[in-house]
């Protein structure tokens, strides 16, 4: 898979690609999905990249799993908690 491709899923917001392309034999590829999956921010990726992270076998992959994970569940974080806020008012 190419970093285009990866670009199109991203845009497409087709999380379930962009996970499946953690997978991917080769490490850019994971790289680049973890990035994607972690600007995108949906819930859906939070346990691959938490997995990911501990997991792949490239050091790269492996940070910028856990970057991602970290931007996914900050996001998630702070709706959350702006919906609660919404709730209190």
Do not use: W
């Not at 190419?2 to 997978?23: M, P, V, Y």
């Amino acid at each position: 898979m190419q970093k285009r491709d990866i670009d199109t899923l991203r845009r497409a917001r087709n999380i379930e690609g962009l996970i499946r392309a953690l997978a991917d034999p080769e490490a850019n590829t994971r790289l680049t999905a973890a990035e994607a999956l972690g600007s995108v921010g949906d819930e859906r990726a939070v346990d691959p990249l938490e997995r990911l992270k501990f997991s792949d076998t490239d050091v790269a992959v492996r940070r910028a799993a856990s970057l991602a994970h970290i931007q996914v569940v900050a996001r998630l974080a702070a709706k959350r908690s702006v919906e609660d806020m919404r709730r209190e008012t």
